[in-house]
């Protein structure tokens, strides 16, 4: 979460208080450094898990190994404190070289003049599938990130549960949100007490997008809101036809299954049939179901999946600090992270689906059944995307909380449809300003 603290660090403005200075093109930066020998050091900081931090150790090495004259430093790090440490590191002019960032943060430490111009800087994106190299565009910037990988909202059946509902799968190239309701609620009353047809989905970010977007808005537009109230509306009075037509669980159990562990959520224990999902999740609920996972495209408001306005959105990317000493090294390794077939092989899909079809092609043969899903998902709707949305925009880090807080206040009855529509414009609009 972006908080006050990331705000001040970054320079940037917080109500009622100075921000302190900001980044800059003469700011100093880049821990890096340059031997008299020619030899590069370049410092790379991402935020993940074990399994991440092991794959990141191993690509470094290979890398090293191909380049004896590069020592790469690593700084692994975890979500929760990362940004922080990452927004005082940019104050004082010790922003690492190479860096993992986030949609939610990109605007942020691009505005700020932190992130070089990756297309400037001369790297190759050819092989990138149409429209993922875009969402790592800024006006102000240029190419300031290029995806790690790739992932799209994507919906994820528990198909036994269908089966013992005596319920179809639904065909998702033509089901819309009425289908999806009026399935969820026959699976809820063919099945025992405290088994849902899906979970509350009101409070999901990447649903709630995809519904303004095939209304023929988006979540931003022109750095602020990009929808109107009354659509924001239309979308949690959906969510709260979903409980109350028992399709999804009442309020009390929604919020607590939103605050669960994956492994306890009501989809991954059997008792939900339907949830939402990036498709990079793919692999942990599979893991959790015990006939796996069937993975749907999200339902749209024609019947048709053209009309569906998905797109591929940036797991996450890798940046290079516009303050680098080094700025050819760094842009080098990062060519290497996203255009090598042999650095995808040790990578695979950890970070995503990789944008570069060349390495995608390369680590398919090697994936196991669940990780082909997420892979076959995004190839399934390649023909149907939308256009990219626009970047986060600075302070749109908070559209999650004002989301989540809006939705729930609605499903206990402390607002109607109508207010939480108007408060999540009003909130949204004050965060952006």
Partial sequence: MFTRRNALALGIAVPGLAGLAACGPNATGGGGGSGEDGSSSLRVAWWGNPARDENTQNVADAYEEENSDVTLNLEPGEWSGYWDKLATQTAGGDFPDVVQMDEKYLAEYGGRGALLDLAEAGLDTSEFA??????????????????????????????????????????????????????????????????????????????????????????????????????????????????????????????????????????????????????????????????????????????????????????????????????????????????SPDAGKILSVERGVPGNLTVREAIVPDLDEANTKAVDYLEAIESELGHPPEITPQGGGQFEDILTRAGEEMLFGELTPAEAGQRLVDNLSSALS
């Avoid at 319920?167 to 399935?183: A, F, G, K, Q, S």
């Avoid at 009075?237 to 959520?265: F, I, R, Y």
């Fill in 130 to 339: 149409e429209g993922s190299v875009e969402v790592g565009e800024l006006p102000e910037v240029g190419l300031a990130a290029i995806n790690a990988g790739l992932n799209a909202v994507a919906f994820l059946i528990n198909p036994v549960i269908f089966e013992e509902a005596g319920v179809d799968v639904p065909d998702d190239t033509t089901w819309t949100w009425d289908d999806l309701l009026d399935t969820a609620v026959q699976i809820s009353e063919a099945t025992e007490d405290g088994t849902f047809g899906m979970s509350q989905l009101g409070t999901i970010q990447g649903l709630f997008q995809i519904y303004v977007r095939q209304a023929g808005q988006d979540q931003y537009k022109d750095g602020a809101a990009g929808f109107d109230a009354e659509t924001a509306a239309a979308w949690f009075e959906w969510a709260q036809k979903a409980q109350d037509d028992g399709a999804a669980p009442g309020a009390s159990l929604a919020v607590e299954d939103g605050a669960q562990a994956l492994d306890q959520t009501l989809f991954s224990t059997g008792k939900a049939a339907m949830t939402v999902a990036w498709s990079n999740q793919v692999v942990a609920h599979d893991e959790l179901v015990p006939e796996g996972v069937t993975v749907l495209r999200p339902p749209s408001m024609t019947g048709s999946a053209a009309d569906a306005e998905l797109w591929y959105k940036a797991s996450m990317y890798w940046a290079v600090s516009a303050q680098s000493a080094n700025p050819e090294a760094a842009v080098a390794f990062v060519d290497y992270l996203v255009n």
